[in-house]
């Protein structure tokens, strides 16, 4: 594939990370039906494919796939050059039954995962850790030592705050006490983000504008809604990704959203490109958007979401796109 991703600064970090990060959190994952979504070789293959189109910058979490993603990463990553690579997780989510202590922010379970994970990566550091939700049990000014400590001890080298939308107070608040400690802040946010979800705009966008966090959305793409997939009226395709259907169509298969689905489609034409080509390149060109995260069942479809980097928008067509509102505070 004849493609070179480039690099964007991360926040305030230095650090600089592919415009595009390739999120794995389909590796590993069980269907309703018992079958895997990506396996182990599937996996390694769209790594490989990732990699050859020069990304970089690659998501998981401790629970995707039951901690299997971090696993196979680690296999694939034990040929190469470690330091080469920008790899980010995400803990929070329970990872035993019946141990009170084994979720949420609390220092035991921070301390105990964040070994477990660089375990099962095959690595002596994180390059970003992010919380995978805000733990109200654990107080913020604990909770920031505590991954104070992780960076401290070269566990970790980033923070970051995943999935707050649109609640940015409380990433407001936590690099506050952060600040007045001198400890390690949040520098960068993983927010639902994409052209018909967008109620990171009220508040949450220019929070991290202003406090030069950078922002990399997941769910860019609504689910498989702005691949343009889907028609007005019309069944849902077999291959349809959405989970929990009924509610997904519910907020997705609206008339607003789809009125953004012909804007979309428009400027795909205009360009040549795909409707997910054009999503994403919406958010490549949005001055407040770091890098969103992209998945992949198979190698052909991670190519073309990869080659969003190679469509260029005039003022005039990223306008369009901005200006063409669906259903901003969709609940999903």
């Given at each position: 594939?004849?493609?070179?991703?480039?690099?964007?600064?991360?926040?305030?970090?230095?650090?600089?990370?592919?415009?595009?990060?390739?999120?794995?959190?389909?590796?590993?994952?069980?269907?309703?039906?018992?079958?895997?979504?990506?396996?182990?070789?599937?996996?390694?293959?769209?790594?490989?494919?990732?990699?050859?189109?020069?990304?970089?910058?690659?998501?998981?979490?401790?629970?995707y796939g039951g901690g299997v993603s971090e696993e196979w990463i680690g296999e694939w990553l034990?040929?190469?050059?470690?330091?080469?690579?920008?790899?980010?997780?995400?803990?929070?989510?329970?990872?035993?039954?019946?141990?009170?202590?084994?979720?949420?922010?609390?220092?035991?379970?921070?301390?105990?995962?964040?070994?477990?994970?660089?375990?099962?990566?095959?690595?002596?550091?994180?390059?970003?850790?992010?919380?995978?939700?805000?733990?109200?049990?654990?107080?913020?000014?604990?909770?920031?030592?505590?991954?104070?400590?992780?960076?401290?001890d070269r566990k970790v080298h980033y923070l970051g705050a995943s999935t707050f939308r649109p609640?940015?107070?409380?990433?407001?608040?936590?690099?506050?006490?952060?600040?007045?400690?001198?400890?390690?802040?949040?520098?960068?946010?993983?927010?639902?983000?994409?052209?018909?979800?967008?109620?990171?705009?009220?508040?949450?966008?220019?929070?991290?504008?202003?406090?030069?966090?950078?922002?990399?959305?997941?769910?860019?793409?609504?689910?498989?809604?702005?691949?343009?997939?889907?028609?007005?009226?019309?069944?849902?395709?077999?291959?349809?990704?959405?989970?929990?259907?009924?509610?997904?169509?519910?907020?997705?298969?609206?008339?607003?959203?789809?009125?953004?689905?012909?804007?979309?489609?428009?400027?795909?034409?205009?360009?040549?490109?795909?409707?997910?080509?054009?999503?994403?390149a919406f958010q490549l060109h949005h001055p407040n958007i770091t890098a969103p995260i992209v998945?992949?069942?198979?190698?052909?479809?991670?190519?073309?979401?990869?080659?969003?980097?190679?469509?260029?928008?005039?003022?005039?067509?990223?306008?369009?796109?901005?200006?063409?509102?669906?259903?901003?505070?969709?609940?999903?």
């Open positions: 594939m004849e493609l070179e991703l480039e690099t964007v600064s991360m926040g305030r970090t230095g650090l600089e990370v592919s415009e595009i990060a390739f999120g794995t959190w389909r590796f590993g994952r069980e269907t309703a039906a018992g079958n895997l979504e990506i396996s182990r070789e599937r996996g390694h293959e769209l790594l490989d494919t990732y990699e050859t189109a020069g990304g970089r910058f690659i998501d998981t979490a401790d629970v034990a040929d190469r050059n470690r330091d080469e690579y920008v790899i980010a997780s995400k803990v929070f989510w329970p990872t035993r039954e019946d141990d009170p202590n084994a979720g949420g922010l609390n220092r035991k379970h921070l301390r105990n995962q964040i070994d477990a994970m660089l375990d099962r990566l095959g690595t002596e550091y994180l390059d970003v850790l992010y919380i995978h939700r805000w733990d109200d049990a654990t107080p913020a000014r604990e909770l920031m030592r505590t991954l104070n400590g992780l960076v401290d609640n940015g107070w409380r990433i407001s608040r936590a690099n506050e006490i952060a600040r007045q400690y001198g400890w390690e802040p949040f520098t960068i946010t993983q927010p639902r983000y994409n052209l018909v979800n967008r109620e990171i705009e009220a508040e949450y966008m220019e929070m991290c504008r202003e406090l030069d966090i950078g922002i990399a959305p997941w769910s860019p793409l609504g689910q498989g809604f702005l691949t343009g997939k889907y028609e007005r009226d019309a069944d849902m395709p077999d291959d349809s990704t959405a989970s929990d259907s009924d509610r997904w169509e519910q907020n997705y298969l609206t008339e607003e959203n789809f009125d953004v689905l012909d804007d979309v489609r428009a400027v795909a034409a205009d360009t040549g490109a795909s409707p997910a080509q054009v999503a994403l998945g992949a069942r198979t190698t052909d479809q991670l190519e073309e979401n990869l080659r969003a980097a190679t469509v260029s928008l005039s003022d005039e067509q990223f306008e369009r796109l901005d200006e063409s509102k669906g259903d901003p505070y969709g609940a999903i």
